[in-house]
């Protein structure tokens, strides 16, 4: 069993910087995938971008590849998303979840913590 705890949300103005952390329960952990979403009021939850056990990052097509960088602590079983020059469309839930490999469902989810970008 593997427990996710998402932190570092808040209210940041639009052209901030906020750092996610999501800390895993157990030390496994480093070998899954770890993934970021969201979710914006009134929107289906929503693929960010992922990272696997050695560093390779999956993004989303058309994503915050280039305000957003994903990196991972495998010795603190710790996955973090700095997200750079935030805008309002940005303002959401922001899950880290975790799966076994490429292909296989996220079975993994932490509790979210939410983001809002004021303008």
């Known amino acids: 069993q593997v427990q996710l705890v998402e932190s570092g949300g808040g209210l940041v103005q639009a052209g901030g910087s906020l750092r996610l952390s999501c800390a895993a329960s157990?030390?496994?952990?480093?070998?899954?995938?770890m993934g970021w979403f969201r979710q914006a009021p009134g929107k289906e939850r929503e693929f960010v971008m992922e990272?696997?056990?050695?560093?390779?990052?999956?993004y989303r097509a058309g994503s915050e590849k280039g305000r957003f960088t994903i990196s991972r602590d495998n010795a603190k079983n710790t996955v973090y998303l700095q997200m750079n020059d935030l805008q309002p469309e940005d303002t959401a839930v922001y899950y880290c979840?975790?799966?076994?490999?490429?292909?296989?469902?996220?079975?993994?989810w932490g509790q979210g913590t939410q983001v809002t970008v004021s303008s």
């Open positions: 979840a975790a799966r076994e490999k490429a292909g296989a469902p996220y079975d993994y």
């Open positions: 990272i696997d056990s050695g560093g390779v990052v999956t």
């Open positions: 157990v030390r496994t952990a480093g070998t899954r995938l």
